[in-house]
Antibody, heavy 121, light 106 residues
Framework: VQLVESGGGVVPPGGSLRLSCAAS????????LHWFRRAPGKGPEWVSG????????HYADSVKGRSTISRDNARNTLYLQMNSLRDEDTAVYYC???????????????WGQGTAVTVSS | DIQMTQSPSTLSASIGDTITVTCRAS??????LAWYQQKPGKAPKLLVY???TLESGVPSTFSGSGGGTEFTLTISSLQPDDLATYYC?????????FGGGTKVEI
């Protein structure tokens, strides 16, 4: 079971990036998936989540209106499109699978190793 | 958003010790509390969910307890491999939020 992120890099303020998360070894189409980030010296911060059906999506206030989460079940791949990037978006971004739901929210049992995003001019 | 507060932020202990990390929620979250272990350069590892249920494969030296607004993670017989930062996370409601972390030093 593996999640592998890609698409990170250095981008100027106001720029855009699309992060990808390729899954293997799990039933991707039946998995609830999330994006997190960890800024230098800080703890994990949840960014966005998507349900089994693409209609259910959630976003942190910090990225709402600037980011779009999506999934391609045929390609077993999760995406995060990030626009209007700011300095404070600099972090390592992780994808993770949501499980053991409370009925409203999840815990996260499988994580990727992360892709680094640096917003800098 | 529900705020999660962990204490202490750093904990120094010896091999074989039993240590306890505390997590407090800003409002009741029933038992919807998870604990993770994170080592430098690695992704978080789920240890405990629903306050006290051990994730599959996690050693029984880890245990969780509590409910409502106050929770604890206990590590008994501390081993060198337990050197890490530990985070609590609430999943009562969106957005899921994490505590600030407790760094365990051996």
């Amino acid at each position: 079971v593996q999640l592998v992120e890609s698409g990170g890099g250095v981008v100027p303020p106001g720029g855009s990036l699309r992060l990808s998360c390729a899954a293997s070894g799990l039933t991707f189409s039946n998995s609830i998936l999330h994006w997190f980030r960890r800024a230098p010296g800080k703890g994990p911060e949840w960014v966005s989540g998507i349900g089994i059906g693409e209609a259910e999506t959630h976003y942190a206030d910090s990225v709402k209106g600037r980011s779009t989460i999506s999934r391609d079940n045929a390609r077993n791949t999760l995406y995060l499109q990030m626009n209007s990037l700011r300095d404070e978006d600099t972090a390592v971004y992780y994808c993770a699978r949501g499980v053991h739901s409370s009925g409203r929210c999840d815990v996260f049992d499988i994580w990727g190793q992360g892709t680094a995003v640096t917003v800098s001019s | 958003d529900i705020q999660m507060t962990q204490s202490p932020s750093t904990l120094s202990a010896s091999i074989g010790d039993t240590i306890t990390v505390t997590c407090r929620a800003s409002q009741s979250i029933s038992s919807w509390l998870a604990w993770y272990q994170q080592k430098p350069g690695k992704a978080p590892k789920l240890l405990v969910y629903k306050a006290s249920t051990l994730e599959s494969g996690v050693p029984s030296t880890f245990s969780g307890s509590g409910g409502g607004t106050e929770f604890t993670l206990t590590i008994s017989s501390l081993q060198p491999d337990d050197l890490a930062t530990y985070y609590c996370q609430q999943y009562e409601s969106y957005p899921p939020t994490f505590g600030g972390g407790t760094k365990v030093e051996i």
